[in-house]
């Protein structure tokens, strides 16, 4: 377990870099820290920071799920994609209420199908599941490339774009702040998950594997099915973002808009950063999306490329990383 | 097939089997190495700098290998003194090579997302005399960049240094018995930032290939994945030197025979998926023959 001083301290050491880093640029440090503060939470900011949130945490919370047991799930991109294709797909076929609740099931029914798939490649085929998620994942953008260039294709637009849902397809828009209901279902997905982490056997199972692999195998913990249930869990997830993302703003699928984001990632190192703890990820996948949102402000207001902000989220989980061990390191000497 | 889809292909499974090699390097010694991707990248841009600022492309070759090595200390301090998880500073320290070279292209070149220009020394292709009379054989096999060649002979050099050179022995003895190679006098912790560190410049030579050799600029996230199926070719290869090219020329195989079904009408999107298709199949294959040893 980690101990809330050393997240911290890894803070103050990545934001000590950071300004640095701003420094050798010219700029003011704290210049440029307020204008990444008041651009992530200000009234213009906050906003935008909360809309690029959801998915994040959205996506954090997944691979959360198979981190909790110590499995590395590297294709989130792929259930992503394949989850929001599949809804809108799906979307453009049901008409009305019903049909958010099929575009969102399919979306759900298809990350995790694939993600259980590659669960599958190293329960039973033999393939490490980090080798098997990622390598399924770039087919899966790939077909979803081709069908929203060829079958799935807008006929009236000249960009790799589906065909817009219609508007009884669309999630509730939450005033208009950018913010759709997909912002409760993915509170919902972390709600159940904190709750099943800590209150159920199959949470605990998860733990105890994540501890100590060996000594769960030992208590008859049946790692292969632990594998495909928490993998497809997992990519159920990922698929739910994707499909909360096609239903919101502008409501339909464009080739490489749920890539370019990085939602994936951010949402990974989010997970990382927090150990998977239920409430760890969403904090840390709320701290990234105001960095990331609060870049743009930086980028703004000192000329300061506002990539500085990723820079300063790699840092963080390098310093954190290092810590962690040196203290496990520290605590196995003694 | 035609010769010149053939060389294409072995330029441009170039990075790939440079950056296999340092995996490999690094698996031997007991290091599971998921940085190659981040490392390359940081080689691509060292390397477009180098050559512009330095006016010969081969400064810019010298500077991504130098990158390179730099760049992986942060992967090597962090597992080996600090005892981080391998895992997660690999993916950080991708993700990290994103942002920096993203942040470096703006302020170093001051233009956002690609670097290019006519006067950037790119690698030049040499001609091998004879070989390049040979009918078919010279079209596939000359003509490419001087690091192309380098990577053919870096294989042999690899298997010969891990299969008989006092180094390579204790290296492997590193890797599969840390304790045993401890007990007998051999510095693990040393051997291991030596394998991370020779990682880092064969994988700042597959960001030069890539950048000054199959293009000649730099461009945010160019690396685009071959990092990743590297860390794939050094698993199919089991790590081996050999084998782990038989791995890249297979991908490298796909992807040729990717843009060839392209010509005959097949989406390009499927061709895009080939190679990783191929590769998980082979995957499957291989490891129904005989257990795949938990890489973890």
């Known amino acids: 377990m980690r101990g809330l001083r050393t997240t911290a301290l890894a803070v103050l050491a990545a934001a000590l870099l950071g300004a640095v880093l701003l420094a050798a640029t010219g700029a003011n440090p704290l210049v440029a820290f307020e204008s990444i503060v008041v651009g992530a939470f200000g009234p213009d900011g906050l906003p935008d920071t909360l809309a690029y949130a959801v998915p994040v945490a959205g996506m954090a919370t997944a691979l959360a799920i198979p981190l909790r047991a110590g499995l590395v799930n590297l294709g989130g991109e792929g259930q992503l994609v394949l989850g929001a294709i599949s809804a809108v ?233 290092a810590a962690t061990g040196l203290l496990r390191g520290r605590k196995g000497a003694a | 097939m035609d010769a010149a889809l053939f060389a294409s292909a072995l330029g441009a499974l170039t990075p790939i089997l440079f950056a296999a090699l340092a995996g490999a390097l690094c698996q031997r010694a007991g290091v599971f190495n998921i ?91 040499l001609t091998v005399p004879g070989l390049s009379e040979v009918p078919f054989l010279g079209e596939v096999l000359s003509g490419h960049s001087a690091l192309v060649y380098l990577s053919w002979l870096a294989v042999p050099v690899l298997a010969v240094f891990l299969g008989r050179h006092p180094w390579g022995l204790r290296l492997r003895g590193v890797g599969e018995r840390p304790e045993a190679a401890a007990s007998l006098g051999v510095p693990v912790d040393r051997y291991r930032y030596g394998a991370i560190l020779a990682a880092g410049a064969l994988c700042g030579l597959a960001g030069a290939q890539l950048a000054l050799g199959n293009v000649t600029l730099f461009s945010e996230n160019m690396t685009a994945g071959r990092g990743w199926i590297a860390v794939v070719a050094v698993l199919l290869g089991r790590a081996l030197p050999y084998g782990v090219l038989a791995a890249a020329v297979l991908f490298g195989l796909a992807e040729a025979a990717g843009f060839r079904l392209q010509g005959l009408g097949l989406p390009q999107q499927a061709t895009d998926a080939a190679p990783y298709v191929v590769t998980l199949v082979a995957l499957f294959v291989f490891s129904a023959r005989r257990t795949v040893k938990r890489s973890t």
């Open chain 2, 35 to 125: 940085s190659l991707e981040g490392t390359m990248l940081v080689g691509c841009f060292a390397g477009v700098a180098g050559s512009w600022y330095g006016g010969s492309v081969w400064v810019g070759v010298l500077a991504a290998a130098l990158a390179g090595t730099a760049y992986s200390l942060v992967l090597a301090v962090g597992t080996i003194t600090f005892r981080g998880d391998a895992v997660v500073l690999g993916v950080a320290v991708n993700l990290l090579a994103v942002g920096l070279t993203s942040f470096l292209v703006q302020t170093v070149f001051g233009t956002r997302g690609t670097f290019s220009d006519p006067a950037l020394a790119g690698l030049d292709p």
């Open chain 1, 89 to 321: 797909a799906v979307g453009l076929q049901v008409p009305g209420v019903l049909g958010i609740v099929a575009a969102l099931l399919a979306g759900v029914l298809a990350g995790a199908l694939y993600a259980a798939f590659a669960a599958v490649c190293e329960t039973a085929l033999g393939v490490p599941l980090l080798v098997s998620t990622l390598l399924l994942s770039y087919p899966a953008v790939s077909l979803a490339a081709y069908l929203v260039r060829f079958p799935m294709r807008d006929p009236g637009s000249s960009l790799p774009q589906s065909e817009q849902l219609p508007p009884d397809v669309h999630l509730p828009a939450l005033a208009d702040t950018g913010l759709t209901a997909g912002l409760f279902l993915v509170l919902a997905a972390v709600v159940v998950y904190a709750v099943v982490d800590a209150r159920t056997p199959a949470g605990f199972e998860a733990r105890v594997t994540g501890w100590g692999p060996r000594f769960a195998q030992y208590a008859g913990i049946d790692r292969p099915r632990l594998t495909v249930r928490l993998l497809a869990c997992s990519g159920g997830l990922a698929g739910l973002v994707g499909a909360v993302v096609v239903l919101g703003f502008p409501y339909r699928f464009i080739d490489g808009a749920l890539i370019t984001p990085q939602y994936t990632w951010i949402g990974l190192l989010a997970a990382l950063l927090a150990a998977a703890s239920p409430l760890g990820t969403l904090l840390a996948a709320l701290f990234f999306a105001a960095l990331t949102s609060g870049g743009f402000a930086l980028e703004r207001a000192t000329q300061v490329p506002r990539e500085l902000t990723a820079v300063l989220q790699a840092v963080l989980i390098i310093f954190l990383a």
